[in-house]
């Protein structure tokens, strides 16, 4: 979750909302990324997404079967949707976002009949950090 935390705060210097995700699998990280959504100019590339994107670049398949992935904010319907069709095993996420997620808000997306598989979640981890980098954020944006 450091390296999520890590890769949020990279990615409010750049400019992005900053939210940061890690896959890991037997242990190594195989994918660490920041939101590159200005970046790439696609609304696709949350941090969740682009993070799978390259752990399945790096692995050569199209899924990620018994990886974790860790993100420093709930995720979002269209990154749970990722997530779980990614079959990532256990999904780590640090502060809840009851306005834009998807886990534990909103749609609950795992919990719907139509998802087919559900990650083991694990919230709160880091969540003040994770919480008060995009607190900061959006506070200078205000200034
Ligand atoms: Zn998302």
């Given at each position: 979750m450091e390296l999520a935390l890590e890769e949020a705060r990279a990615a409010g210097d750049r400019g992005e909302v900053p939210i940061g995700a890690v896959v890991v699998l037997d242990g190594t990280v195989i994918a660490r990324s920041g939101n590159r959504t200005r970046e790439l100019n696609d609304i696709t590339a949350h941090a969740e997404v682009a993070?799978?994107?390259?752990?399945?670049?790096?692995?050569?398949?199209?899924?990620?079967?018994?990886?974790d992935l860790y993100v420093t904010l709930e995720p979002c319907t269209m990154c749970a949707a990722a997530i779980s069709f990614a079959r990532i095993r256990r999904l780590y996420y640090g502060a809840e976002d009851p306005k834009g997620g998807a886990v534990d808000s909103g749609v609950r997306f795992y919990a719907q009949p139509t998802c087919h598989h559900a990650p083991e979640v694990y919230s709160g981890m880091s969540e003040m950090e994770a919480a008060e980098i995009l607190r900061g954020f959006f506070q200078g944006k205000r200034d």
């Amino acid at each position: 979750m450091e390296l999520a935390l890590e890769e949020a705060r990279a990615a409010g210097d750049r400019g992005e909302v900053p939210i940061g995700a890690v896959v890991v699998l037997d242990g190594t990280v195989i994918a660490r990324s920041g939101n590159r959504t200005r970046e790439l100019n696609d609304i696709t590339a949350h941090a969740e997404v682009a993070a799978i994107r390259m752990a399945c670049e790096a692995l050569g398949q199209e899924r990620l079967t018994g990886a974790d992935l860790y993100v420093t904010l709930e995720p979002c319907t269209m990154c749970a949707a990722a997530i779980s069709f990614a079959r990532i095993r256990r999904l780590y996420y640090g502060a809840e976002d009851p306005k834009g997620g998807a886990v534990d808000s909103g749609v609950r997306f795992y919990a719907q009949p139509t998802c087919h598989h559900a990650p083991e979640v694990y919230s709160g981890m880091s969540e003040m950090e994770a919480a008060e980098i995009l607190r900061g954020f959006f506070q200078g944006k205000r200034d």
